[in-house]
């Protein structure tokens, strides 16, 4: 059976760019995770689409991360996967605390170097590349 993991990557950024950057590695986080027969949950890449939880506002913010990690806690033998080629952001040290709280094994990886481009073109070539701001070419 294929075992449930947590995802931590960064969100939060200082920029547009940088929160959209972020949302890239998130996303080929959790495609890296998929791809290695896991079943990943990255909180912070479903709440806070739009019209669901706002991450600039604080309570907000707490909301998510706190239904997500109760999410991961009701899960048995929860795996924690912090990927870490952009650092660890606040949030993610605060994720990394919660598992480590609750006894779950952390594991820690890297996409390397390339997942940028890399991403960039599997997200182009996606059947619904419009929603997410690629034009497809």
Aim: overall charge negative; some cysteine.
């Amino acid at each position: 059976m294929n075992k449930f993991v947590d995802i931590e990557t960064p969100y939060s950024g200082n920029s547009e760019e940088e929160i959209r950057r972020n949302l890239l590695y998130a996303r080929a986080c959790v495609r890296d995770s998929l791809l290695r027969g896991e079943i990943p949950f990255a909180s912070h890449l479903f709440y806070t689409q739009p019209g669901i939880l706002d991450d600039d506002i604080p309570q907000e913010r707490d909301m998510g991360i706190n239904a997500g990690k109760e999410l991961i806690e009701a899960l048995p033998d929860i795996v924690t996967i912090v990927y870490q080629d952009l650092g660890i952001s606040r949030g993610m040290q605060y994720g990394i605390e919660r598992a480590e709280q609750n006894g779950r094994n952390i594991e820690y990886r890297v996409l390397g170097d390339g997942w940028e481009a890399k991403e960039l073109e599997v997200a182009k070539k996606h059947s619904q590349a419009f929603l997410w701001g690629f034009n497809g070419q």
